[in-house]
């Protein structure tokens, strides 16, 4: 048994070494390129603005341009910090912002693999995991090419999961502490506060849950809500009415596909009927499919996995790191797990390589108006082909009546 452990510890050290050497190899390599990326740019300016003490939320161009953050101050304010520390040690901003990213993502990948053990999963298994998460691409490109915290909101959010499950809501004061660190860098979480709450026996905890989880976004928005009228008013049409954007995704661009290959108005029409509409087919589903997991009484971590499956797969509108909100829960939950990694995969590089053709990286090779339409349409047909995987996925949740598989993960 001893000889056992200590190759098991041996492989996991080994898992996260390997892990640990790629990203820093892809972070190398993409810091070149990085430095030009819109969000980069933004990002450091509205830290900029904050340590001159003024209110991001609030910076325009001009008269009627506003240009200021549109996220949870968790993100503006750490973005801040990471400006000041690249001024004091003289060292690259874009560098020093990904490395803590590029450390969460390796600990995640430590704590999938202890996850999957605690969930009593075969060795075999849970090692497998292990090294899907450390050689996916998709995470990488989010946390250390892309600089989204993703990740990071993503593993409070299952440190929340994790101890609340494990302790069987004794450490109900931990989780909600560890998931109040989630939202404060963007107001996604939010959209989990149900699942988490479905779990919780009597009102009186559920209350108590819920101030906790929000405590760190309130301690951090107060000051900018507070400071005028105006930034109040910008930080909820910004901030809490923001709905994203990206590329387009879902039904749309199952439409937009069709009217390209037949050129029908009809599919035109349906592309602008479902925009229109997004946030009510956002909804019905998400209410759906809460009342299908608790219903069927799965499990917290598979409840959560349907809420954000839910939002991902409704949305009309996606960006790359998306993908990367998925990753953790299909390697725990979902058998198609080698599925949804080799078509997120190709969706996100495809994407990555559009951007950067269509940028004009790669202008001085004169490979820049063939190569953006070549690699625009290999990433339209790998993100419909990834949707396809994961709304079946979404059907599969919604039809499972086996509740010992979805109960117990």
Not at 165 to 188: D, E, N, T, V
Not at 336 to 364: E, H
Request: proline share 3%.
């Amino acid at each position: 048994m001893k000889i056992l452990d200590k190759n098991l510890k041996r492989l996991f050290f080994y898992i996260l070494f390997v892990s640990l050497i790629l990203r820093v190899v892809v972070l190398i390599l993409s810091l070149p390129y990085v430095t030009n990326l819109i969000d980069d740019i933004h990002l450091q300016q509205t830290g900029v603005w904050l340590l001159e003490g003024h209110n991001p939320y609030l910076e325009t161009l001009g008269d009627s341009v506003r240009v200021g953050f549109d996220h949870m101050p968790g993100w503006l304010v750490y973005s801040a910090l990471i400006k000041w520390i690249s001024n004091f040690l003289d060292v690259s901003w874009n560098l020093v912002y990904r490395i803590p990213y590029l450390i969460i993502d390796v600990l995640f990948n430590a704590m999938l693999i202890h996850t999957a053990i605690r969930l009593k999963r075969k060795i075999s298994e849970s090692l497998t995991i292990g090294w899907l998460y450390a050689l996916n691409p998709i995470t990488i490109i989010s946390s250390v090419v892309l600089g989204q915290p993703t990740m990071v909101i993503m593993f409070f959010i299952f440190l929340a999961w994790y101890y609340f499950h494990f302790s069987k809501g004794k450490r109900w004061a931990l989780s909600a502490f560890m998931f109040s660190l989630a939202p404060i860098w963007k107001l996604l979480p939010a959209l989990l506060i149900p699942a988490l709450l479905m779990k919780i026996k009597t009102w009186r905890k559920r209350i108590n849950y819920l101030i906790v989880s929000g405590i760190s976004s309130a301690l951090l928005l107060t000051p900018f809500i507070f400071s005028n009228k105006e930034s109040f008013l910008a930080i909820l049409r910004t901030v809490f009415l923001y709905f994203g954007g990206g590329e387009s995704w879902g039904f749309r661009l199952l439409f937009e596909i069709l009217q390209s290959i037949t050129g029908m108005s009809l599919f035109h029409f349906l592309t602008a009927f479902v925009v229109s509409i997004q946030k009510l087919i956002i909804l019905v589903p998400f209410i759906f499919v809460l009342y299908i997991c608790y219903k069927r009484r799965f499990s917290l971590l598979v409840t959560i996995y349907a809420s954000l499956l839910t939002f991902v797969v409704f949305r009309m509108g996606f960006g790359l790191h998306y993908f990367s909100w998925m990753v953790p829960f299909f390697l725990l939950i979902n058998k198609k797990k080698i599925l949804f990694l080799v078509t997120s995969s190709l969706g996100i590089i495809f994407g990555l390589l559009f951007y950067t053709v269509s940028g004009g990286y790669l202008a001085s090779m004169g490979l820049s108006e063939s190569m953006t339409y070549l690699f625009e349409w290999l990433m339209k047909i790998t993100f419909l082909i990834a949707w396809f995987v994961l709304l079946k996925s979404w059907i599969e949740i919604v039809k499972q009546k086996n509740k010992k598989r979805f109960s117990s993960a």
